[in-house]
């Protein structure tokens, strides 16, 4: 740990770790990383070789991560960007936006007052009273899932990529249903949700170049935004002429303090529904599907006992961790686990390492259903806490409720790919092979 007399800052190599999507695509190596440093300090600064980004405190520790989640006057998301970019990404942000670091002016970069006023407008469409209604629904897609699996086989079994089949098309078809985009176009949304979340990754920003320099990446990544308000930006003014029941009439009929929403707020709110409320989920629900293919004996008690569900489920989105992190902004100088912390520095709260600290969770690297107060922080904290996490946990158990129905066994058939990305990850790739009941 290289410190000066009061600052600990981050070693050359774990720094680069920490911004390199590679380093979450090899994820054991990054954690032993993470291991070393939360030991010496759970807040160091990360310091930018020749200048690439701004520096930022990494925020490891799984108390300092809470503190950090709830105190949401403190700490901002949204003065510079609430996700972590490099000097030519926050430039080219600006330059399309006329000066605003976010791309997508979503939740998630809204701080008080603003972001409780358009959280409020869909909360109770996630709320568990409401999603009961659709439980039978998401059941039937469920199955439709599990048939499409299935069919990739014969009476004897088969194999295949459960990502493709069944991770992520299953929370996709949900989410799509949910906010009333045809089914037609849900390819367009899986393609787009990718290239936004895993432009790092050239299997999903589908150029099938690797190593593409920051600003061809920023590029992609904008080109997908872009991509996608044109295409709200259509659902929304057919919306106003011919509301419906569904969350996309919510959006687009929206009033704020008695005003219409603004077409980027608008175009934002559509965009983290559609992208953020499938992709994290179809992240989890393949990280459990790798735990029960992993462990026969956990397949089995499970199979037997369908009360173990909601253990399997928290554990899942612990221990894959699909989003990775998120920046803030500190609005005044304040102190974490011993750390000064000035006002405008730049914080990242690393969600993968806090959701492994050891001193929260006792072997975070085993897949433990069984643990008595899973507080993990896949789904943040405060103000900010993810919207969509009870339709998360739903989607994950009626899926592996079917699943554990219609599949006597389901193992690994080779290694499974993560995603390299530093922000949105999970699996690119996972081949299973199974045994229908």
Known sequence: MASTAETPTVPADVGRAVIDP???GAWDPLLDQFDALRAQTPVAKVVAPADEHEPFWLVSGFDAAMKVSK??????NNPKSAVFTLRVGDMLARSITGGSPHLVESLVAMDAPKHPKLRRLTQDWFMPKNLARLDAEIRKIANEAIDRM???GDANGGEGDFMALVAAPYPLHVVMQILGVPAEDEPKMLFLTQQMFGGQDEDMNKSGLKDLPPEQISAIVA???AEFER???????ERRKNPGEDVATVIANATVDGEPMSDRDTAGYYIITASAGHDTTSASSAGAALALARDPDLFARAKADRSLLPGIVEEAIRWTTPVQHFMRTAAADTEIAGQKIAAGDWLMINYVAANHDPAQFPNPRAFDPTRPANRHLAFGAGSHQCLGLHLARLEMRILLDVLLDRVESLELAGEPRRVNSTFVGGFK?????????
């Open 22 to 24: 590679k380093s979450y």
């Open 71 to 76: 105190d949401n006057a403190t700490f901002l």
């Open 150 to 152: 299935l069919d990739a």
């Open 223 to 225: 080109g997908a935004v």
């Open 231 to 237: 295409y709200f930006a259509g659902l929304a003014a």
């Open 429 to 437: 790739a996972l081949p299973m092979r199974w045994k229908a009941v």
